[in-house]
């Protein structure tokens, strides 16, 4: 119960990736505010977790300030930041549309400006806390048909750098999580586009998603969790500033 007495907060959080950390945070006596856009996930979680849910829809930089506004009456300190909210969507740079490059940029990498900005000073004041921006190592690489992801991932990371080197003094830390493909309706998802545009069925589509780890499987969303997790811990306080890979040795920093 090493987060005892810790309050968390996990954009994000009704499913997937965002849902096992959750759950594995709570495991550890934290008290987790469960953001996210969908409010029957998010409150699902909330009561699995025995946390409380904030709707919050983080491409909509006014949804994430209400959302801040609505925190600081509910849950006056926050001590973990784990920014997880993201999407994906792919498409040759050429045909990558204005609106789709701002979307993604909006979640994946805005959101997690936003609440940083909003939530790091207070930690400093309080003199401890943890923030977790889960990136991808599509962060640390490059992948084809994905450069609006590749962009806002690396953006991601970027922060996460500057970040840490601003703060590097104060007893907060800043890292990024990595994943590769995991095993989550996102990755359903890609499985099904790959399988419509090469014709060649889903089975396959996914053997080719599992063929690019070294393990030759997706990682599974509590392995990412129990990764954030130790971030979270006292023991981790000399990690900072980091991108760490979860992905079975794809991409190897």
Known sequence: M???GKTALVTGGGRGIGRAVATVLAGHGARVVVAGRTLPEIEATAHAVGGLALRMDAADRASVQAALVELATRAPRVDILVN????????PFDRTTDEMWDWMMAVNAGSAFALCRALIPPMIT???GRVV???SNAGLTGYAYSSAYCASKHAMIGMTRAI???IARSNVTVNSVCPGWVNTRMADEAVRRIAEKTGKGEDHARRSLEGMSPQRRMVEPDEVAHVVAMLCSDQAKSIHGQSIPVDGGQVMS
């Open 2 to 4: 090493f987060l005892a």
């Open 84 to 91: 997880n909210a993201g999407v994906a969507e792919s498409a």
């Open 126 to 128: 309080a003199g401890w």
């Open 133 to 135: 921006n889960l990136a």
């Open 164 to 166: 840490a080197v601003e």
